[in-house]
């Protein structure tokens, strides 16, 4: 019998741990958090140059808010880091051109982005050949 009341009290100690824990997070979400539910973002902002860690401001009423952010390296400055796109294959090499092009179909604009629906890119058309297997030189044993 007394082992049954000492599981049944680490019981309960362990349920009002819990919910004391539960309770701190939901306290604490409203201490950093907003009640304010229609935020409008700006774009990422780099610290320096046009890429990597940066910043965005977000404004909603008389409240704003700074979010910590970052624009890839490689990112297609034309459509913006906000603008994600779902890209077809390369289309053929112009003879006139010496381009190839592409489209992309938007598929998420993050953060109330303003973006196109769809965009085109292009490229310069590869003048070499690629081959799939490559010689090795001078590796193997003779």
Known sequence: MQVQGLLLLLALILLA??????KNKKEKAKKDGSECE???WGPCVPNSKDCGLGYREGT??????????????????KF???????????????????????SGILKKALYNAQCEEI???TKPCSSKIKSKSKAKKGKGKD
């Open 17 to 22: 741990a819990t919910a004391e824990a539960g």
């Open 38 to 40: 229609d935020w409008h």
């Open 60 to 77: 909603c009423k008389d409240e704003s808010k700074k979010l910590k952010c970052k624009i890839p390296c490689n990112w297609k400055k």
């Open 80 to 102: 913006g880091a906000d603008c994600k796109y779902k890209f077809e294959s390369w289309g053929g090499c112009s003879a006139q051109t010496g381009v190839k092009t592409r």
């Open 119 to 121: 965009v085109y890119v």
